[in-house]
């Protein structure tokens, strides 16, 4: 049985920089397929699938002025896709708004990224290794006997957390 927790982080300044480079990549990612999507639908072309639409984004990885995103931990952009497939999924399902997703904002309130669980680890003290970003402090100890399934770093106001289920 996976129970969730959330414990505050406590970036140093390059950490936290990071942190919102990850956040802005994941927007980027969700947005940019909302846009293909939006294209293909408005010209009758069939939708792309979580795999194309990850394949979609390497690609975009390797072309000239995107460098940027390979800086950055590759599992934030493909959750992004697997992110936009499932809100399209769920679009499906409600009446009326039929394949209807909306565009990310960098003002929405609260935003996150998510954290490959196998490069996530809790460390000895009130530490955790995020993939790409270095140990992290943490308000409280996380257990390292257990893996984090499905970490996200989540950024609410001023303040970064670490979600994650044991």
Known sequence: MLRGQTVLL???EEQEMMF???????????????T????RVRNGIKRLTYKEMAKELV???QTEGYEWMKELPSDVHKQAALDFA?????SKKQVGHQGQTRYKSKKDSEQSFYCE???TKAIKGKKVYISKIGEVKTSR????SVGLHN???IRKGNKWYLSFGI
Do not use: W
């Open 141 to 144: 100890q996380i257990p390292r």
């Open 10 to 12: 406590y970036p140093t």
């Open 59 to 61: 690609e975009l990885k």
């Open 36 to 39: 293909i999507d939006d294209d």
């Open 86 to 90: 499932q809100a399209k999924a769920r």
């Open 151 to 153: 970490p996200r770093v």
């Open 20 to 34: 919102r480079k990850c956040l802005g990549l994941a927007r980027f990612s969700y947005n940019y397929l909302k």
């Open 117 to 119: 669980y196998r490069k």
